[in-house]
């Protein structure tokens, strides 16, 4: 086996990714441009896209990923909306973009036209979540985007499953279409909800860090798997596992935290950089299949289609955000008054990616009678310019575009005091359970060491020479040992005030993560200084 293209694929894409950190461009747009632009070069291999590595082996870390650092109380509360984009949206674009699709090209059968809209339905994950974290958007419109590219793939999937069969000649009907969708999304829900709770405790039971973060390495693709193996949505079920863990992240023992961030941040870096760069690199593969569409009717189509998927969106948005607060006082009383211009932004951050083009490339070659795939090539062709095109069009164009309309962004001030006020409280709460400890004379300490407990700025000052001293008579422990307790108990006790902050919704995952990475290095900081 030849690992050579493999290595200069990640390698280069880590550069390429690095490079793009230092230009305004994102670093998405241009890995694709590199890929486009190093595909025809000689001597460079063909990176086709092969749906059996891509859907089982790239999808699953990546959703991971992407949904550990969503916020399950931000999701919930934005449940309505991601439902109406991850679910009646991906099937409204599935049927609009095929009809269009059916009309525009002479000869492509409605079936094979429905494949392409379920294709090409779904906006991506990883697109969607770079793009919006370079630009900056408001929270709340973060948060529809990322809960909306977690979930549309399944229904997808589904929908492009249902449409293939339709296709090669397989008896279907919308009957056993919508009884498909529905044991595909209850199933993946369910395989979620039935592993995320023991795979939550065998990562709080582990003691080993390194354990612990293999097993969080497995556990996108045991959740996919399993959901998959009984033909139900690997998707739904990476990310009800992946959201339940992210939720619950604070229980699990602090060295696994600090090791796992890492871990995780380098596996979505070099697997985001690769796909994007995979998406640029497909354009001779796709190129050499095209055939009888060769040509100026090629171009028509792709911009047709391109624009259709464009409208489509719009089409949607706008109604699914303004009619049901129309039509529902309730929906008026819980939920924020939307703007034009949220749904305008919305309506354009739908870029594709990678995951439409693994589904087109997993398109049978043959129908049911030996007979080619009808427009098989031309779907490939139209998915990879639809790709390419949205994440062009709309990845370069909406950074300006987000400045143009002027949408309010985060209040940095407002989570600035917020952080104060919830530092305060836990530390507050801190203090007075080291208070608490230290009238137990099991506790005892020298008067240095308690006063570095409280004032973390002058912790490490004389560390060496204040933690000498004779083992607790009572106990047995040193007094390292006790310290290393104590400062724990202090971290613990200020670690449960940020969480129940959260969960009052007076800061928000995102704060959350921040104050107890800082709470992890203090306890490794701890640590260290008594070892």
């Not at 070069?41 to 969503?70: K, N």
């Not at 670690?495 to 992890?520: A, G, P, S």
């Amino acid at each position: 086996m030849n690992v050579m293209p493999l290595l200069l694929l990640v390698a280069g894409s880590a550069a390429v990714a690095a490079a793009g950190r230092r230009t305004p461009v994102p670093a998405p747009l241009l890995l694709v441009a590199a890929g486009l632009a190093v595909s025809y070069i000689p001597g460079v291999p063909d990176y086709t896209l092969d749906p059996h590595v891509v859907l089982p082996l790239l999808l699953p870390p990546l959703l991971h990923t992407a949904a550990t650092d969503s916020s399950y109380l931000d999701l919930r509360a934005q449940l309505r909306p991601v439902a109406l984009l991850s679910v009646g949206y991906v099937l409204f674009a599935t049927v609009a973009v095929g009809w269009a699709a059916y009309l525009l090209v002479p000869g492509l059968p409605l079936t094979a036209a429905l494949v392409l809209g379920a294709v090409v339905a779904p906006p991506d994950a990883v697109a969607a979540t770079a793009i919006a974290r370079r630009v900056g958007l408001p929270s709340r419109i973060t948060t529809i985007l990322q809960g909306e590219s977690l979930v549309n793939d399944a229904t997808a999937i589904t929908a492009y499953r249902v449409a293939v069969a339709a296709a090669v000649g397989e008896a279907t009907s919308w009957a056993g279409g919508i009884g498909e969708f529905l044991i595909a999304a209850v199933g993946g829900i369910g395989i979620g909800l039935v592993l995320m709770v023991p795979i939550h405790w065998l990562r709080t039971h582990l003691k080993e860090a390194l354990l612990q973060n293999t097993l969080s390495l497995l556990i996108p693709f045991v959740a996919y798997g399993v959901a998959e193996q009984v033909h139900a949505s690997g998707v739904l079920a990476v990310v009800v596992v992946a959201l339940y863990l992210g939720h619950r992240a604070w229980e699990v023992d602090f060295a696994t935290r600090l090791q796992e961030d890492a871990v995780w941040k380098m596996v979505a870096f070099v697997l985001e950089s690769s796909v994007f760069a995979l998406i640029g690199l497909q354009l001779p593969v796709v190129l050499r299949g095209l055939g009888e569409y060769e040509g100026a009717d090629a171009a028509w189509y792709a911009v047709a289609v391109f624009l259709v998927v464009v409208v489509t969106r719009f089409v949607w948005v706008y109604p699914a955000t303004f009619l049901p607060r129309l039509l529902s006082a309730r929906i008026r009383e819980r939920e924020e008054n939307p703007t034009w211009k949220g749904a305008f932004i919305i309506s354009w951050a739908g870029m594709r990616g990678v995951v439409s083009l693994a589904i087109a490339f997993s398109i049978p070659q043959t129908i049911h009678g030996g007979e080619d795939f009808p427009g098989r090539n031309l779907i490939l062709f139209l998915t990879f310019t639809t790709v390419i095109g949205t994440l062009v069009v709309q990845g370069l164009t909406l950074p300006p575009l987000i400045g143009l309309l002027r949408l309010p962004g985060r209040d940095a001030q407002a989570e600035t005091l917020a952080e104060a006020n919830a530092q305060a409280q836990a530390s507050r709460a801190a203090e007075q359970r080291l208070d608490e400890l230290l009238t137990d004379e099991r506790n005892a300490l020298p008067e240095p060491l308690a006063d570095r407990l409280r004032t973390v700025l002058e912790r490490r000052r004389n560390a060496v020479w204040e933690r000498l001293g004779q083992p607790n008579p009572i106990t047995g422990e040193t007094v390292d040992d006790t310290y290393r307790r104590l400062a724990r108990e202090m971290i613990g006790a200020e670690r449960e005030v940020f969480v129940k902050l959260r969960d009052l919704r007076y800061i928000d995952d995102e704060m959350l993560r921040t104050l107890l990475r800082r709470l992890d290095l203090e306890e490794a900081a701890a640590y260290r200084e008594t070892t």
